[in-house]
């Protein structure tokens, strides 16, 4: 391996060290009580390379966050050809049901991801900049697909609306984990809901960019 390769390799994998033992700091005592001081010291480096991973500490708790947004952009700039941008992000949401697994393992903890964000304003915050950051890098690619003018809403509007169902999906998804059930019967509600969904939004939506 070439010494850059290297370099990013040790990067990723301190970002990673940091951010799994900040979570699990988070999850066994609360956001709000856990210092950076602490998080440093449990992950052996200094508060100085916590922040140069993560500039703020509410970033610790979104460190997947560019993971989603590039994965939601894929779902536009990297789909096969004449397939549409809403068949792109069904098939993404179809796919959620690999979550099964991981959801299971995260309602075990005391507080889970969505228990720290709830409630708390800072987290909250930064939810909604997340989800705009992901809605605005949409709309600029549709917009760009499309060959918008400037100041079109459209774009904005679809990428918004992809987003919502994306989210509303998953969240469905969680509370059909968090209630019980075999897998099996979880993917098949999961799977219909994503269909119900797309269908309807394909009545409105399935023509967008035209291509």
Known sequence: MRAGGLRELK????????????????????????????IAAAAQVSKKT??????????????????REAMSLAAVTDR???????????????????????????????????????????????MHEVNERIIEVLAGALAAEAGAEPGDPLPRVVASTLV???????????????????????GRAHRADVERVFDLLGKGLGGYPQT
Do not use: W
Request: glycine share 6%; aromatic share 10%.
């Open 50 to 67: 916590v922040f140069n991973h993560f500039p703020t500490k509410e970033d610790l708790v979104f460190y997947r966050a560019e993971d």
């Open 164 to 186: 919502s169902a994306q989210r509303a999906l998953y969240r469905r998804l969680r509370q059909r984990v968090r209630e019980g059930g075999p897998d099996e019967e979880i």
């Open 11 to 38: 990067k990723n994998q301190t970002r990673q060290l940091i951010a799994d033992t900040a979570n699990a700091l988070f999850r066994a005592r609360g956001f709000d009580e856990v210092t950076v001081d602490e």
């Open 80 to 126: 096969p050809a004449g397939f549409s941008i809403l068949d792109s992000f069904r098939a993404m949401c179809l796919a959620q049901t690999r979550f099964i697994p991981g959801m299971r393992r995260d309602l075990v903890h005391p507080r889970s991801f969505y228990d720290l964000v709830s409630g708390n304003p800072s987290l909250e915050r930064k």
